[in-house]
């Protein structure tokens, strides 16, 4: 049984111009957020938000293995979810 659980397919976040996905630790819930941002360092450009979803399911193992680290490192953000950023995603891909 895996550790952590990423249960949801990922989706837009209109409010926090981020793919959004879900992901469960033990009785730990939170979010994990790919900005616009982020991504253009993947795709070269900013993407739109269709795009920006389809790119986060075609890296989602390194998206899931960059939200990893940080947990397993507590690494949460204030709100206690996770903002990845460029540098994660480059981390996880090492």
């Given at each position: 049984?895996?550790?952590?659980?990423?249960?949801?397919?990922?989706?837009?976040?209109?409010?926090?111009?981020?793919?959004?996905?879900?992901?469960q630790v033990g009785e730990y819930q939170?979010?994990?957020?790919?900005?616009?941002?982020?991504?253009?360092?993947?795709?070269?450009?900013?993407?739109?938000?269709?795009e920006a979803v389809q790119q986060v399911?075609?890296?989602?193992?390194?998206v899931e293995r960059a939200a990893e680290?940080?947990?397993?490192?507590?690494?949460?953000?204030?709100?206690?979810?996770?903002?990845?950023?460029?540098?994660?995603?480059?981390?996880?891909?090492?």
């Amino acid at each position: 049984m895996p550790i952590f659980l990423f249960p949801d397919d990922p989706i837009w976040n209109e409010e926090a111009d981020a793919v959004e996905l879900a992901v469960q630790v033990g009785e730990y819930q939170g979010r994990v957020f790919v900005t616009r941002r982020t991504l253009q360092g993947i795709v070269g450009h900013t993407p739109k938000p269709d795009e920006a979803v389809q790119q986060v399911c075609m890296n989602r193992s390194l998206v899931e293995r960059a939200a990893e680290q940080r947990i397993m490192a507590r690494a949460l953000d204030p709100d206690a979810n996770i903002h990845l950023t460029g540098r994660d995603l480059h981390r996880a891909a090492g």
